[in-house]
T-cell receptor, first 114, second 110 residues
Framework: DTAVSQTPKYLVTQMGNDKSIKCEQN?????MYWYKQDSKKFLKIMFS???????INETVPNRFSPKSPDKAHLNLHINSLELGDSAVYFC?????????????FGSGTRLTVV | KNEVEQSPQNLTAQEGEFITINCSYS?????LHWLQQHPGGGIVSLFM???GKKKHGRLIATINIQEKHSSLHITASHPRDSAVYIC????????????FGTGTLLAVQP
């Protein structure tokens, strides 16, 4: 009955590989987000989708491509992984509703590129 | 300068102490969130505020929109409160994105 679920929880991969992280929410929210937490624990927005439409693409390299097949899913695909991509990636969801809807976060995916 | 500033960055308290974490922001917002993150753990939303004050158990959050300032208080602190507390403001524009502070690492010693 997890509200926002991300898979996998841990991902260790070699430089140059392509990988995907999946996110699903069962809260009926219409907006989903990807946030990146760097080694200093600082969180920053990467992407957001509202009703499957891309709203935010925040100066993220082209190697990162989000895909939202429906309102309940927002996946993150990363091509040609680099060492600097190592971080924890958090998916989140909310209602758009004038900005007053609560936020719910997934448990995070710890990506390690070796 | 970060759009959301928190203080202190690190805080060590003895069990039972009253704790205050402060957050100041410089952008227009639609709401402010206080989040909690345990080491190696996920992020939990503690409060969402657009005005006034909210209380949940031993936690109290206040916001002053005119001064662009919010505080998170923990009464009767306990070692299980040890975590990173993050202030995040919700963009007042068209994106609804969160802009995060750098977090406050709280350690409550028994």
């Amino acid at each position: 009955d997890t509200a926002v679920s991300q898979t996998p929880k841990y991902l260790v991969t070699q430089m140059g590989n392509d990988k995907s992280i999946k996110c699903e929410q069962n809260l009926g929210h219409d907006t989903m987000y990807w946030y990146k937490q760097d080694s200093k624990k600082f969180l920053k927005i990467m992407f957001s989708y509202n009703n499957k439409e891309l709203i935010i693409n925040e100066t993220v390299p082209n190697r990162f491509s989000p895909k939202s097949p429906d309102k309940a899913h927002l996946n993150l695909h990363i091509n040609s992984l680099e060492l600097g991509d190592s971080a924890v990636y958090f998916c989140a969801s909310s209602h758009w509703t004038g900005g007053f809807g609560g936020y719910t976060f997934g448990s995070g995916t710890r990506l390690t590129v070796v | 300068k970060n759009e959301v500033e928190q203080s202190p960055q690190n805080l060590t308290a003895q069990e039972g102490e009253f704790i205050t974490i402060n957050c100041s922001y410089s952008v227009g917002i639609s709401a402010l969130h206080w989040l909690q993150q345990h080491p190696g753990g996920g992020i939990v939303s503690l409060f969402m505020l657009s005005s006034g004050k909210k209380k949940h158990g031993r936690l109290i959050a206040t916001i002053n929109i005119q001064e662009k300032h919010s505080s998170l208080h923990i009464t009767a602190s306990h070692p299980r409160d040890s975590a990173v507390y993050i202030c995040a403001v919700r963009d007042g524009g068209a994106t609804n994105k969160l802009i995060f502070g750098t977090g406050t690492l709280l350690a409550v010693q028994p």
